[in-house]
T-cell receptor, first 116, second 112 residues
Framework: GAVVSQHPSWVICKSGTSVKIECRSL??????MFWYRQFPKQSLMLMAT?????????EQGVEKDKFLINHASLTLSTLTVTSAHPEDSSFYIC????????????FGPGTRLTVL | ELKVEQNPLFLSMQEGKNYTIYCNYS?????LYWYRQDPGKSLESLFV?????AVKQEGRLMASLDTKARLSTLHITAAVHDLSATYFC????????????FGKGTSLLVTP
């Protein structure tokens, strides 16, 4: 199956700093990628849809100025958590459907963010 | 709004026993996914169910889909400890660019 990577796999930062998380599709092109957030013992919640060549679409309640998404190419989407605070500590997971095959969704390994 | 409900949320079962996890969803969807998540890890795809009446089996797990009832089941046969994990069902949401709406997950513990 297709492979999606994320970098870094974990990060610890101080409150007020910004953190960038990368999501790459390694062997296929992804015009769309999805960013999910998972708090401990909870389910995955969609944060935003990243679209190559256009603005991201954010779910209700997600601050677009705080969670900056850039879909720079057909294989890379980045999520930047700006001015991170402890409540942003979470597991961030990206996914990508292969182009034209919406029934196949491939998830990255996730990024564990801890804000001190 | 597309809602996905799983039950039970917690399940402790003995090795060798059978059990079923249920997943109900609120609006029409023709894609139903089951995933496994181990602690600290991302999602592992188990099944993708694409049509009404679909049944898929892999080892001790079998998933089925009834689109008319908006219900999917994940049946565990003769559970073993290695099946201990959290299981999520998810439904394709065409209103969110084909992202997935997830159930709350079923935390399964298989004991000797």
């Amino acid at each position: 199956g297709a492979v999606v990577s994320q970098h870094p796999s974990w990060v610890i930062c101080k409150s007020g700093t910004s953190v960038k998380i990368e999501c790459r599709s390694l062997d296929f092109q992804a015009t769309t990628m999805f960013w999910y957030r998972q708090f401990p013992k909870q389910s995955l919640m969609l944060m935003a849809t990243s679209n190559e060549g256009s603005k991201a679409t954010y779910e209700q309640g997600v601050e677009k100025d705080k969670f900056l998404i850039n879909h720079a190419s057909l294989t890379l989407s980045t999520l930047t958590v700006t001015s991170a605070h402890p409540e942003d500590s979470s597991f961030y997971i990206c996914s990508a459907p292969t182009s034209g095959r919406r029934d196949e969704q491939f998830f990255g390994p996730g990024t564990r963010l801890t804000v001190l | 709004e597309l809602k996905v409900e799983q039950n039970p949320l917690f399940l402790s079962m003995q090795e060798g026993k059978n059990y079923t996890i249920y997943c109900n969803y609120s609006t029409t969807s023709d894609r139903l996914y089951w995933y496994r998540q181990d602690p600290g890890k991302s999602l592992e795809s188990l099944f993708v169910l694409l049509s009404n009446g679909a049944v898929k089996q892999e080892g001790r797990l079998m998933a089925s889909l009834d689109t008319k009832a908006r219900l999917s089941t994940l049946h565990i046969t003769a559970a073993v400890h290695d099946l201990s994990a959290t299981y999520f069902c998810a439904v394709l949401n065409s209103n969110s660019g084909y992202a997935l709406n997830f159930g709350k997950g079923t935390s399964l513990l298989v004991t000797p």
